[in-house]
């Protein structure tokens, strides 16, 4: 719940700096979720997952499957999962799925793109 909760505190400051800039959730009918979508001005900029360990069984494929189905919804490339310390990169259905410390992510430039 901290690492979450540190995820969106850090996306709010990111999004009010745009005033067409919106924090949103998905979720689909069949229960999976993605933790975080940003939109401006209508248009989807990034989907991120937060994820502990991602490595911990079951973790991984609930996660990615979410995160995967979502981006092919939004017609989207690249998503990303904020981890505690997992870094990495890795491609599912022709998607490219970014494993990035929070630490890491924070301290990024543009926090939306893959650090």
């Known amino acids: 719940r901290v690492l979450e909760n540190s995820v969106y505190l850090a996306l709010r400051q990111h999004v009010g700096r745009s005033p067409l800039a919106r924090l949103n959730y998905w979720q689909e009918g069949r229960g999976r979720e993605v933790d975080f979508v940003v939109t401006d001005g209508g248009r989807v900029r990034a989907l991120i ?5 991602p490595t911990a069984f079951g973790v991984k494929e609930r996660e990615t499957s979410a995160l995967v189905a979502a981006l092919a ?7 990303l999962v ?6 990495g990169e890795e491609r599912v259905e022709g998607r490219t799925i970014h494993y990035v410390p929070f630490w ?12």
């Open 82 to 87: 904020i981890t505690s310390d997992h870094s």
């Open 104 to 115: 890491k992510w924070v301290l990024a430039e543009d926090q939306l793109k893959p650090a």
């Open 49 to 53: 997952q937060v994820a502990s360990d």
């Open 73 to 79: 919804e939004f017609r989207l490339k690249h998503g």
